[in-house]
């Protein structure tokens, strides 16, 4: 049987030279189009004060939400495209100020995990020798207490946060090829992920399939990990699928494989931000 070709026509994951992209934001909005997407949005880093390099500046972000209204309005009769941010647990970004700055929606994301003891922030997701660095000195070297606070953080950021899509769900993974820090089949490790998605399952938020790590060559499948694919199924989670574009030639990077991944795995349906609001796309 022949089944016809489905293109998820949307990627809400984007950043633009406001942060660490490469393009500007009307570049993607001409990209979407090109592609013929009906919705496209932008999601610059939010401010880390600890950490600046990444991530747009307190002004930059003001200048990057004007921008991004003109261009909403500019193409209004072309596509959709929406305002957002990849908000950073520990932005201290305030939910009830996404009205005040006009933001359609918010990626909510866990980058880094405290340490509480030594007021410091190790990055997850920065480089291997970073990551290694946190690894050693959070807890003594625990790495199981390691990565157990990073799932920490994403269900404080849910229960307090309250993103519409969360990011990247399993991103301490990125570096972990042939489970060189921790093994994702370990018994420990699969019952932490149950109890994130247990928590995320009573929540409105959606997870998205992030093929970010692949287009920058860091991974071999997207995030999160096909076993936690199917237990999101069993759950009955709401997913999307977003590309993490820091350049616009990657901005549905391995869409159609994904989408042929999670029909495999079995899902129907995915979220689609359209019309101001999420709505179902069937697969
Ligand atoms: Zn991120
Ligand atoms: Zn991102």
Redesign the pocket.
Known sequence: MQTKKIIFPSNLHAHTFYCDGKNNPEDYILTAIEKGFTSVGLSG?SFTKFDTEYCMSEKGTLEYLKELKNLKEKYKDRIQVYIGI?ADFYSGFNPKLDDNLGLDFRIG?V?YIKDKEKEEYYCV?NTPEILEYGIKNYANGDEKAFIEAYFDNIVEMVHTQKPDII??LD?VKKFNKDFKYFDESAEWYKNKVEYVLDEIAKSEAIIEINTGGMSRGWTQTPYPSFFILERILAKNIPITISS?AHETKNIDFYFDESLEIIRKIGFKSIKILKDGKFQDFNI
């Open positions: 880093h990849e994301s980058h997701d990011g990247h991103l993490d």
